[in-house]
RNA sequence: GCGGGCGUCGCCAAGUGGUUAAGGCAGCGGCUUGUGGCGCCGCUAUUCGGGGGUUCGAAUCCCCUCGCUCGCCCCA
């Protein structure tokens, strides 16, 4: 193919699509303002040792996904494979901590090196909410209700909540040493995915989706078992704040996420309708991160949001329709045309919608154009109008007949004109 | 990184070895040089993702390649 497109995984999103986007994204904000929650905004490009640290050097985002390249400077940069550890950076850099909690949300795209599949591309746009310097059980309901209810106001259907505790670094140390003795033991029994994986990173193990494998784990030291009592009563403030508000979850004891700075509580946000990624939100608890990436040792739970994952279960459901114009400029002739323009601006400055057609084409065409583009009204203006300052104010939508008004009395025209009911 | 499916006009799509590559939608032009929605007429792929090969002859068969897609892996 001579012409050149856009990179493998690196998708458009077309004039057609972006109502639906636009309408999630003021969705979020507006759940976002009502909780107090700010919007931060970082690099997307930022220096590799903040992923390989922060995220961790055995996950599959560091070890193998990462779009990682030298600057001109011979620097190693990377385009952020995900959120979190960029938000933690800034908020380090700019000592926001001394001014104390943080709530804070992101936006944006986000990059990694994969096969594209459904609901996963190379460039892909995460939501995702940051509450830094909040320890309490609470502040984790808190984050897991603000993600529920803004799933639930956009309308989707069918999600189930997935729960599950890492426990404290202490607890996960010891459980990870008694996970590994037994997979030692059990080595030869494994797939080759999760033999790999017994030094590595032992707890993903656990998420295997080898049947064998799943099998032979119900033989395995659980990780609950392993959990303090702490811990423990920890994740049940958890269980019992979301029975507080309502919210059904499942427990799942091989929930582990795949980023290495999860600790207590771990969940994922699912849909059977998305095929094989299903996962629309995730996140957990990160109580180490802030102090690993050189900060004060500060709790913070957070999560991130699929917005191609969620845009995918919202366009089974209802399309968005754009925005409907309220008035189309038709002009032919020097004088009209040099009228056309003034008299668009002249209401678009009084808020309404309008297009001018400024081709020049026959009166017949820009009125065919007029009609598709679904405005309410036409304002034609030719030679005759244009000598004498006026324009003809036609509704498109009704048999009212046309009205012919000084250019001053337009926007009053049309606007009492979008009170009446169009034609049924 | 590994498997499976697919690739004919902007979109949908017929065609599976015989030479002029159906049709529909959209678009453009006309009937209709100041009034749209309907209708009618016309135009829009020397070419079938790209390259090579087999053949008298290929969109149709073979090879390579690129891309899309679904799954594995992983994750949002």
């Known amino acids: 193919m001579a012409s050149l497109q856009s990179l493998r995984g690196m998708v458009d999103l077309l004039p057609e699509h972006t109502p639906l986007w636009q309408r999630v994204e003021s969705t979020a904000r507006g759940h976002f303002r009502r909780a107090a929650i700010q919007e931060i905004r970082t690099p997307l490009l930022e220096v590799t040792e903040l992923f390989a640290r922060g995220i961790g050097e055995a996950t599959d985002v560091v070890g193998k996904e990462m779009y990682t390249f030298l600057d001109r400077g011979e620097r190693s940069c990377t385009l952020r494979p995900e959120g979190t550890a960029s938000v933690v950076r800034a908020v380090i850099q700019h000592g926001l901590l001394s001014q104390g909690p943080q709530r804070l949300w992101y936006g944006g795209p986000m990059f990694r090196y994969e096969r594209p599949q459904a609901g996963r591309q190379r460039q892909f746009h995460q939501i995702g909410l940051e509450l830094l310097g909040f320890a309490d059980a609470r502040s984790d309901v808190e984050a897991i209700v603000i993600a529920w209810d803004l ?100 427990l799942n004891p ?99 919608a309008v297009e001018c057609d400024a081709s020049g084409a026959a009166f017949g065409k820009q009125f065919k154009r007029a009609d598709r583009s679904g405005a309410r009204f036409a304002a034609v203006i030719g030679d005759a109008e244009a000598a004498e300052q006026v324009v003809v104010l036609k509704d498109l939508r009704s048999d009212r007949p046309e009205q012919r008004l000084p250019l001053a009395e337009l926007v009053g025209a049309l606007r009492a004109g979008l009170e009446a009911p169009p034609r049924a």
């Open 254 to 352: 091989r929930l582990v996420r795949g980023l290495d700075y999860y600790s207590h509580t771990a969940f994922e946000i699912t849909s059977s309708q998305l095929g094989a990624q299903a996962t629309v939100c995730g996140g957990g608890r990160y109580d180490g991160l802030v102090q690993q990436l050189g900060g004060p040792a500060t709790p913070a739970v957070g999560w991130a949001l699929g917005m191609e994952r969620l845009v995918l279960l919202l366009s089974q459901g209802a399309a968005v329709p754009a925005q409907p114009l309220d008035l189309y400029v038709v002009s032919r002739g020097a004088a009209a045309e040099a009228l056309a323009l003034p008299a668009a601006r002249l209401c678009r400055r009084a808020g309404l």
């Open 151 to 250: 799933l639930a106001d956009l309308g989707v259907g069918g999600l189930a909540l997935e729960l599950n505790s890492l426990g404290s670094a202490d607890d996960r140390a010891r459980y990870r040493e008694q996970l590994v003795a037994w997979l030692e033991v059990h080595r030869h029994q494994l797939d080759a995915d999760s033999q790999a994986r017994i030094h590595a990173n032992p707890l993903r193990v656990l998420d295997s989706k080898h049947p064998d494998t799943q099998v032979l784990l119900a033989g395995a030291p659980a990780l609950a078992d392993a959990l303090s009592e702490e811990s423990q009563e920890r994740f049940a403030q958890v269980q019992a704040g979301l029975d507080a508000l309502e919210i059904p979850f499942v």
